[in-house]
């Protein structure tokens, strides 16, 4: 399973409509039940993001894994957490 979640890393994701959101940087997984919780973007699209800010994105909202990521949702005012709303620690 560890292969197949690194496999993320550096992947390009983009909105349903083909707008490029940024690059997987990290990923969130349960320690519990062992399953991605979200993907962590690093730089993000300035037109898409405020800023171009760090966001995390619920895996839950993918659709599609392959040479790149799609979304099935993305919405327009971002009800998603910032780096800012984190600790560091929950980035390691």
């Given at each position: 399973m560890l292969e197949e979640v690194s496999a993320l890393n550096d992947l390009e994701v983009f909105t349903p409509w083909g707008v490029k959101v940024g690059d997987v940087a990290n990923i969130e997984i349960d320690s519990e039940s062992t399953e991605i919780e979200n993907i962590f973007l690093e730089v993000t699209n300035d037109r898409l993001v405020q800023d171009g800010a760090s966001i995390l994105i619920?895996?839950?909202?993918?659709?599609?894994?392959g040479?790149?990521?799609?979304?099935?949702?993305?919405?327009?005012?971002?009800?998603?957490?910032?780096?800012?709303?984190?600790?560091p620690a929950e980035f390691r």
């Open positions: 619920p895996y839950r909202w993918i659709q599609a894994v040479d790149i990521i799609i979304l099935r949702h993305f919405p327009e005012d971002l009800p998603i957490k910032t780096m800012e709303d984190f600790g």
